[in-house]
């Protein structure tokens, strides 16, 4: 039998706030939600923002007056929604209106007049220019005379065309949830966002761990842009030009494959297969089929799959813009037509845009084999039924779309339609669209929806777009649509494009219904959900994922009644321990994984011989009886 992945955990950060127990998914529908469900997510987002401190019942505020959670909604809450989604870039990032940049000038005497300048001797370059003359002027200073001229660099300050991004919750800072010394925005956010994704399991790692042999772990992550900030590869591309030294660890922590290694070093101490790849904006899709494929195949039996994006640096954003990828301010008003505009709204998805919003996001799931979640009673949120990669073949632009999302938007919708049937895609199915807010995508993608909704008969194809409330976060954004997903499966609402006024006239929207309020389909819960991926240099990707209903639906008939009967029966266990680390991180209490040289092993006590090996602390032995998987061509059985 296949192995089916299903998701037992999910957890990271975003602009909507932390994922797990759903409530990044929450911020996006907060008009849609009860008043009970809007009171828990504003009071925990003013937890995470810093605004107020919880100490039992209370919530105290900087200057210890004390709250309810009514009071703190009424008094924090319009400060969390504008402190949360798509919005004005932080000057904790950089000034907007400011940015620094160095200005080329050449210095000359007046005339025929040598220049003359003074010096300190360290600061003098090296070699000497061989027209210069120098004069000691103390035993620090030196006079430089030349007849020529001297090329130089300003301090200068430009204005950034781009105002606005998906930055993480103003006043939350992942750094500050563990010993964050010296670590690249991005590997903070892995280690708060893979850490949320573990614990939001509510099975405890170590009793996960020893379930299984060491070698059945894997973990696959990466980002697309590395780490560019000053502790990563910025810091170590930009410090010969700043006169600055390279430090031992910025080109290390650089690596885009240290979402990964971040996790099995640090978070749940994995000897087991690992994997970085790196498919553009489609990166967490072709980390998932890693994941999904070997599971499937029995390779191993539990997955950690995400990704960590830090892109909000003057760099990156002044390269996205100079291809004219990105929502600049001037192009905004232009299409409001008006001397402002709100850059709340810079993500627009299939309505009159100009380009992308970038962010700042980590996303991680946890997912293991069907067999293993009933034994050790995991809740199930979803399941990952195929992901499938195809290029464009020959292309003219790197940056175009191209015909390779047609391939894996039908074999997804098929795959699901052999699972499920006609009536399950055609009536209870919706897509994540990669909705990335370009006028070429928003043409290009839709008339993909619309040409297999028509082959497979779908009429009223309901489409979402998550960015439209926290941007395009690059290798992250297909695992903030996954979770998004768990979100609708679990409650029921699909996310309307609040930023838009109205589908653009070029949309081919006659078979897609794209809502511009959220969708209830409470009474009419989706089955399936297909989460669409395009990226730079023809990277497509689209999965299909099962709902929690259709999974246990599908466990029930393999196991049988009475195995899944005790199942369930063990799986409540499992949701209060996942509840009880939920109440906790809403009071601002994230107990943060993170083992530092702890429980190293000791390689002079490993056991092993030709039939197995053991590690010091593992509960299990790695297994050496490997089959020969050409036994028709080698004779050998």
């Avoid at 560019?228 to 006169?243: E, I, N, V």
């Avoid at 993909?448 to 926290?470: L, S």
């Avoid at 092993?608 to 032995?621: H, I, K, W």
């Amino acid at each position: 039998m296949l192995s089916l992945p299903v998701i037992v955990g999910f957890g990271g950060f975003n602009a909507a706030g932390r994922s797990s127990g759903h409530h990044a998914y929450r911020r996006m529908v907060l008009e849609s939600l009860s008043a009970e469900e809007r009171r828990e997510t504003l009071v925990g987002l003013a937890v995470m923002m810093g605004l107020v401190r919880c100490e039992g019942d209370r919530y105290l505020d900087a200057d210890d007056r004390a709250y309810d959670a009514q009071a703190v909604e009424q008094q924090f809450g319009p400060t969390v929604m504008e402190g949360t989604l798509i919005r004005r870039i932080d000057p904790s990032f950089f000034d907007v209106d400011a940015v620094h940049w160095q200005k080329n000038a050449s210095l000359r005497g007046e005339g025929a007049t040598s220049l003359s300048f003074e010096l300190s001797h360290r600061d003098l370059p090296e070699p000497v220019p061989s027209d210069w003359q120098l004069e000691d002027i103390d035993e620090r200073r030196v006079r430089v005379t030349l007849s020529g001229e001297v090329q130089v660099k300003w301090d200068s300050y430009r204005d950034l065309p781009v105002k606005s991004a998906g930055q993480l919750p103003k006043g939350f800072d992942p750094g500050a949830l563990y010993n964050s010394r010296f670590h690249p925005r991005a590997l903070q956010l892995t280690v708060a966002g893979a850490s949320d994704a573990i614990q939001s399991v509510g099975i405890p790692w170590g009793d996960i761990a020893a379930a299984v042999r060491p070698d059945q772990i894997s973990v696959y992550a990466s980002n697309v842009m590395s780490q560019m900030d000053d502790a990563g590869f910025g810091g170590l591309l930009q410090s010969r030009l700043k006169g600055h030294r390279v430090s031992t660890k910025q080109c290390p922590l650089g690596l885009n494959s240290m979402p990964a290694d971040f996790v099995n070093a640090y978070i749940i101490g994995s000897v087991g297969q690992t994997g970085a790849i790196a498919g553009a904006c489609a990166s967490f899709l072709y980390n998932l089929r890693a994941a999904v494929e070997d599971i499937g195949a029995g390779r191993c039996r539990v997955a950690v799959v995400g990704n960590a994006e830090a892109p909000i640096t003057p760099e990156i954003i002044d390269g996205y813009a100079t291809m004219g990828a990105l929502a600049a301010e001037e192009k905004l008003k232009k299409l409001d037509n008006a001397d402002e505009t709100d850059p709340r709204r810079s993500s627009r998805p299939f309505g009159e845009n100009c380009g992308f919003t970038i962010a700042e996001s980590s996303q991680y799931v946890v997912l293991m084999d069907d067999a293993l979640a009933l034994e050790l009673g995991a809740d199930v949120h979803g399941a990952v039924n195929d992901v499938f990669i195809n290029a464009d073949g020959f292309k003219k632009s790197i940056s175009a779309p191209g015909p390779g999302n047609y391939i894996t938007m039908a074999k997804a919708v098929a795959s699901a339609r052999a699972i499920l049937g006609d009536e399950s895609v055609r009536e209870r199915s919706l897509v994540q669209a990669h909705g990335s807010s370009t006028p070429q995508n928003r043409v290009t993608e839709s008339e993909i929806f619309h040409r297999v909704a028509e082959v497979f008969g779908i009429t009223e194809w309901p489409v979402t777009a998550v960015k439209a409330f926290v941007g395009h976060s690059l290798s992250a954004a297909s695992g903030e649509q996954l979770i998004n997903t768990l979100g609708i499966f679990r409650h029921g609402w699909v996310p309307g494009v609040k930023t838009i006024d109205r589908v653009a006239d070029d949309v081919f929207a006659e078979r897609l219904h794209i809502p511009l309020q959220d969708l209830d389909r409470r009474e009419k819960p989706v089955d399936v959900a297909f989460l669409n991926s395009k990226g730079f240099g023809g990277n497509n990707a689209t999965a299909s994922v099962l709902s929690p209903s259709v999974v246990d639906g599908m466990l029930r008939k393999r196991y049988g009644d009475s195995a899944f009967e005790s199942y369930r029966q063990r799986r409540q266990n499992t949701r209060d321990r996942a509840l009880e680390y939920d109440q906790r991180a809403l009071r601002g209490q994230f107990d943060t994984l993170y083992h530092f040289g702890e429980s190293m092993i000791d390689e002079r006590l490993i056991e092993f011989d030709s039939g197995e090996m053991r590690l010091p602390g593992m509960t299990q032995s790695i297994d050496l009886n490997l089959p020969n998987r050409y036994s028709d061509m080698t004779g050998q059985s």
